[in-house]
């Protein structure tokens, strides 16, 4: 697969982008930057059509939309980690985000009008401690909820049929995290907390850090329910950040595409975070089946990650695409689940006035065959998928 560089718009970096019709949506790393709406009906033209900012406190990097609705993520700013966060003491942890709430800090989801996409307009909220990742349809968002309570994220499932009156529908947590309820963690630290889950069917697929990833039931909206999980940190070294199922069979197999992270909470400076390709076809035994890795046998370097990050979220092919940091954009052929294979690969320039490029999301857009990038510390490019 061979990779077009089209544009690229000189933003500063983002955590996610995502795209609907003519629009994508870059949810920011850092504030003040929160979301940036761009009209990209001309791909080689790109141009902001809005902006929304937050607060010194907030830390706002995911999006997506669903018609004239746009929801993003809040959480507390938190620095970036340096070194495993296993032996933070939990009331630091706790303490922290406490105080940040008695500041004025209010975390959760944040619901908004889009109808014109120069001026974004908030219309609903579902508050907690803080949201970090989130999956979402035009009824729920599947978010990573940090609650009264609880050590870390866990799963909150919110109702957004009527988007200015959100509501909670569902909940479900490792068990050891409701410290609230007298449970009592195996693990130091923030270190086993949900992350990301998807939605595909009556299953949430969720990511839980160096909890490794679950399975979910939710057939019962109200009471998900555990069918199965797979941790493999230790002995591998980097968090699991996203467990993506494929929607078709492949050699006769169910399988999911997981990435674990590079990132500063590790375990051990390497190996780098790679991709995982794991059978489910008995999804109540999950079994990692191989793995494709970018030959990098450097150390962990802070300055400059190079690792897994995040598949396309939505396979609709053998074909899979993932960022790589500093590695860019990847192409990986899966079409032999005991063998994936790269077969394309696009590195952007770094941003401007940077060192390193730093790609951190991806979105497909199949039918206009497109790809955004966004880099983590400045820029997004648009590609044109050939082949």
């Given at each position: 697969?061979k990779?077009?560089?089209?544009?690229?718009?000189?933003?500063?970096g983002?955590?996610?982008?995502?795209?609907?019709?003519?629009?994508?949506y870059?949810?920011?790393?850092r504030?003040?930057?929160?979301?940036?709406?761009?009209?990209?009906?001309?791909?080689?033209?790109?141009?902001?059509?809005?902006?929304?900012?937050?607060?010194?406190?907030?830390?706002?990097?995911?999006?997506?939309?669903?018609?004239?609705?746009?929801?993003?993520n809040?959480?507390?700013?938190?620095?970036?980690?340096?070194?495993?966060?296993?032996?933070?003491?939990?009331?630091?942890?706790?303490?922290?985000?406490?105080?940040?709430?008695?500041?004025?800090?209010?975390?959760?989801?944040?619901?908004?009008?889009?109808a014109?996409?120069?001026?974004?307009r908030e219309?609903?909220?579902?508050?907690?401690?803080?949201?970090?990742?989130?999956?979402?349809?035009?009824?729920?968002?599947?978010?990573?909820?940090?609650?009264?309570?609880?050590?870390?994220?866990?799963?909150?499932?919110?109702?957004?049929?009527?988007?200015?009156?959100?509501?909670?529908?569902?909940?479900?947590w490792?068990?050891?995290?409701?410290?609230?309820?007298?449970?009592?963690?195996?693990?130091?630290?923030?270190?086993?907390?949900?992350?990301?889950?998807l939605?595909?069917?009556?299953?949430?697929?969720?990511?839980?850090w160096?909890?490794?990833?679950?399975i979910?039931?939710?057939?019962?909206?109200?009471?998900?329910?555990?069918?199965?999980?797979?941790?493999?940190?230790?002995?591998?070294?980097?968090?699991?950040?996203?467990a993506?199922?494929?929607?078709?069979?492949?050699m006769?197999?169910?399988?999911?595409?997981?990435?674990?992270?590079?990132?500063?909470?590790?375990?051990?400076?390497?190996?780098?975070?790679?991709?995982?390709?794991?059978?489910?076809?008995?999804?109540?035994?999950?079994?990692?089946?191989?793995?494709?890795?970018?030959?990098?046998?450097?150390?962990?370097?802070?300055?400059?990650?190079?690792?897994?990050?995040?598949?396309?979220?939505?396979?609709?092919?053998?074909?899979?695409?993932?960022?790589?940091?500093?590695?860019?954009?990847?192409?990986?052929?899966?079409?032999?689940?005991?063998?994936?294979?790269?077969?394309?690969?696009?590195?952007?320039?770094p941003?401007?006035?940077?060192?390193?490029?730093?790609?951190?999301?991806?979105?497909?857009?199949?039918?206009?065959?497109?790809?955004?990038?966004?880099?983590?510390?400045?820029g997004?490019?648009?590609?044109?998928?050939?082949?």
């Open positions: 697969m990779f077009r560089h089209l544009a690229r718009l000189d933003i500063p983002g955590g996610q982008v995502f795209a609907q019709g003519d629009f994508a870059v949810g920011h790393l504030p003040p930057h929160g979301t940036t709406l761009i009209n990209c009906a001309d791909p080689l033209n790109p141009r902001v059509t809005a902006t929304v900012e937050v607060p010194a406190n907030v830390h706002s990097h995911k999006v997506r939309v669903h018609g004239d609705v746009m929801i993003v809040r959480e507390l700013n938190r620095p970036e980690p340096t070194g495993p966060q296993d032996k933070v003491p939990v009331e630091v942890i706790l303490n922290q985000t406490l105080d940040a709430e008695k500041a004025g800090f209010s975390g959760g989801i944040r619901l908004y009008d889009i014109d996409k120069a001026r974004p219309i609903g909220a579902y508050r907690s401690l803080g949201t970090h990742r989130f999956d979402s349809d035009p009824r729920y968002a599947y978010i990573s909820s940090e609650e009264h309570g609880f050590l870390g994220d866990i799963v909150v499932i919110v109702d957004i049929a009527d988007p200015e009156n959100p509501v909670e529908a569902g909940r479900w490792m068990p050891g995290q409701w410290l609230a309820g007298g449970e009592v963690p195996n693990w130091g630290g923030r270190r086993s907390r949900c992350h990301h889950p939605r595909r069917g009556d299953r949430l697929y969720t990511s839980y160096h909890g490794g990833f679950v979910l039931g939710i057939e019962d909206i109200s009471r998900p329910r555990f069918i199965s999980g797979l941790d493999w940190s230790p002995p591998y070294p980097c968090p699991t950040h996203t993506a199922p494929v929607p078709f069979e492949i006769g197999r169910k399988v999911l595409v997981c990435t674990d992270e590079e990132v500063a909470d590790r375990l051990a400076p390497a190996p780098n975070a790679f991709m995982w390709i794991v059978d489910v076809t008995d999804e109540a035994h999950p079994v990692p089946i191989s793995a494709f890795r970018v030959e990098n046998d450097k150390p962990f370097d802070p300055k400059c990650w190079f690792g897994a990050h995040q598949p396309q979220e939505v396979i609709d092919s053998t074909t899979v695409l993932s960022v790589w940091f500093a590695g860019g954009l990847r192409a990986v052929d899966i079409s032999d689940i005991y063998r994936p294979t790269e077969v394309g690969r696009f590195i952007p320039e941003g401007a006035g940077e060192a390193h490029v730093q790609t951190n999301d991806l979105y497909v857009d199949r039918a206009r065959g497109l790809v955004y990038l966004i880099d983590r510390f400045r997004l490019d648009i590609l044109e998928m050939e082949g």
